[in-house]
């Protein structure tokens, strides 16, 4: 295309650019073949699959039952966590089944799906978009793109209701290099839609709350370039926002990393995110998306999906419902079976390959190539690395290709995290150019599958570490509480008991108390023991026991000294019985009148 054709302040050309890519390659682009027909609409399949995954996170919630009428729209599944997102009916018709279905995955496993039954009235649901003041509206924003459960369409699928909450951020970077081959969703998108792709970004950049951002666009894309530059000059506040940038069209020049490198001249450092040097990455589709809900409330129901290949008659891009089987989709573009050797979800780089025609459409699936086998032909056995440095001369992310493949051969975690594995954005380029015919990204796919397995099942065993350390923790507490409550308990009954025994020994000593006031009452009320009456018949008894006893001895006694003292003591004896009787007989004649007088 000429650059002479817009404002050179709406267009910058490569030459301007503020970096090159490292690495990287011209491939074979396939475009062309795809591009000849205008976007169709796909009809309305009989029966549509959903996976509860479409994105990165946890799957969506079903919030339908099986039997339920549901229409254009409507949410049938919600999201069950921050990073996840919402999933919408395509179409109207009934929920015939909610279980396991193959999905779009490379394992080609089963997993939870919500099948729907369309009734083909395509009956939409009551939809509300944002008023142009509401749009203002940065909480509004947010809520209406994650009540439509945008996820990013370029292939990653990040919830972009999660990713819009970054903080901090400077620059909105679009991404429209769009570099691998076959793929040409984007370009038709923009070709067709790009009023509504702007009027996305504009929305975008208010809901980050950034004034700048730059479309990254290859130079193979000249239609799609004019159109943007056209919609971009049409209202100076847009040209002085928003900058297209023209690239060149080197594979992978779409990688976000990669992107951010060309455009900005800044680079993100390993293991980070963009978010870090305050910038954020979003495709030309999700801006589009965002444009349909907040403007009109429309839910992500459906993309455009490039459906190409030599085993298709008619390649084109069509607009088709998420959920819609391979099948259904490759109709739409005269699909020829016996031609077909491969059948690829992706591109024939970053793609995978699938075994069923059943297979449904996601909201990150751009592209579905029917391949030949002049197209795909079978892959010659692998031999032995010989140390060409082939793929380390492709490799975007400067990396060690060679020294990568040694290290995930025989799985050693440590060293792959010294060459930095996980800055492999898995283009496929290494694998590409290898002379040897080595699947070099297979073996890294494998071995981050491997370290997040691990680091997973390390993260699982340390939280069930903490869980059981914190379960002794509860039950030592636990035994501490019942040992303290025991001695609460046991002192408790100490001083009941101790109090009881105050108690009773306060009882016991009223009761002596008692007694003795009972005593000294008796003691009043009864002749004193000490009386002269009683102390004289006391006398009485003493003298009579001796009186006996000295007439005993007289019997006894043969000396007439003897006798007569005895003899003496019995007279004084007898003397002083008769005295101490005649006094009391004397005191008891007085008591007597007194007592008849009373």
């Known amino acids: 295309m000429s650059n002479q054709t817009f404002n050179p302040e709406i267009i910058a050309t490569s030459s301007s650019s503020q970096s090159r890519l490292v690495g990287g390659l011209h491939l074979p682009e396939h475009k062309a073949i795809s591009t000849t027909r205008p976007v169709l609409t796909a009809k309305i399949a009989d029966e549509l699959v959903l996976p509860l995954t479409q994105h990165i996170g946890k799957q969506a919630k079903p919030v339908v039952n099986v039997g339920d009428q549901v229409l254009k729209g409507q949410c049938i599944a919600e999201q069950d966590s921050e990073i996840s997102a919402r999933l919408h009916a395509p179409t109207s018709g009934i929920i015939t089944a909610i279980e396991p279905r193959i999905i779009s995955h490379p394992s080609g496993l089963l997993a939870m799906c919500i099948v729907i039954t369309p ?8 939809l509300q978009g944002l008023s142009t003041t509401e749009q203002h509206n940065i909480k509004l924003l947010h809520q209406k793109i994650s009540q439509a459960g945008i996820v990013g369409l370029g292939g990653a699928g990040f919830p972009t209701a999660a990713k819009i909450k970054a903080t ?3 620059t909105l970077i679009i991404n429209a290099a769009e570099c691998e081959p076959y793929i040409t969703a984007d370009d038709m998108l923009l070709r067709t839609y790009a009023h509504e792709v702007v009027s996305g970004i504009v929305l975008l950049m208010r809901a980050i709350e950034v004034q700048n951002c730059i479309i990254g666009i290859e130079d193979n894309k000249p239609e799609a370039i004019q159109a943007l530059a056209k919609v971009i000059a049409s209202d100076t506040k847009l040209q002085n926002k928003i900058k297209l940038q023209v690239i060149a069209a080197i594979y992978p020049s779409g990688g976000e990393k990669q992107l951010i490198k060309i455009l900005t001249g800044k680079e993100v450092p390993s293991a980070k995110i963009p978010a870090e040097i305050g910038m954020v990455v979003h495709n030309v589709a999700t801006a589009q ?16 999906t490039t459906i190409t290949g030599g085993a298709l008659e008619s390649p084109v891009n069509i607009e088709v419902l998420i959920g819609t089987k391979l099948k259904d989709a490759l109709s739409h573009a005269g699909f020829i079976p016996d031609k077909l050797a491969k059948l690829m979800i992706g591109g024939p780089m970053m793609g995978f390959a699938v075994n069923s025609l059943d297979v449904p459409l996601i909201k990150t699936s751009n592209c579905v190539i029917a391949g030949t086998i002049t197209e795909f032909p079978p892959k010659p056995e692998a031999q032995d690395c010989i140390r060409c440095g082939d793929c380390a001369d492709v490799c ?3 990396l060690l290709p060679q020294k990568l493949l040694e290290n995930a051969i025989i799985q050693n975690e440590l060293k792959l995290d010294k060459y930095n594995l996980f800055d492999c954005i898995e283009c496929g380029l290494c694998t590409y150019v290898c002379p040897s015919n080595i699947p070099l990204v297979n073996y890294y796919k494998r071995s981050k599958q491997e370290i997040r397995k691990n680091r997973q099942q390390k993260i699982k065993s340390e939280l069930s570490k903490q869980r059981f350390e914190k379960r002794l923790q509860r039950l030592q507490q636990a035994k501490q509480q019942r040992e303290l409550k025991r001695k609460q308990m ?7 008991s101790a109090k009881d025994d105050n108690n009773e020994i306060q009882a016991a000593l009223a009761r002596v108390q008692a007694k003795k006031q009972q005593a000294v009452a008796k003691e009043k009320e009864a002749p004193s023991k000490n009386s002269t009456a009683v102390q004289n018949k006391i006398r009485i008894d003493l003298a009579k026991k001796q009186l006996k006893t000295e007439i005993a001895k007289l019997a006894n006694v043969s000396n007439k000294h003897d006798i007569a003292t005895i003899q003496k003591n019995i007279t004084m004896l007898q003397q002083q019985i008769d005295s101490l009787e005649n006094s009391i007989i004397s005191n ?7 007592a008849e007088n009373n």
């Open 396 to 398: 975007p992310a400067s």
């Open 289 to 304: 998306a965002i444009y349909k809900a907040v403007t009109y409330g429309e839910p992500l129901i459906s993309r455009i």
């Open 490 to 496: 046991v002192a408790k009954r100490q001083q009941a």
């Open 168 to 170: 901090k951020l400077t």
């Open 119 to 126: 009734d083909h009235q395509d009956q939409w649901t009551q």
């Open 588 to 594: 008891e004649t007085l008591k007597k009148p007194l």
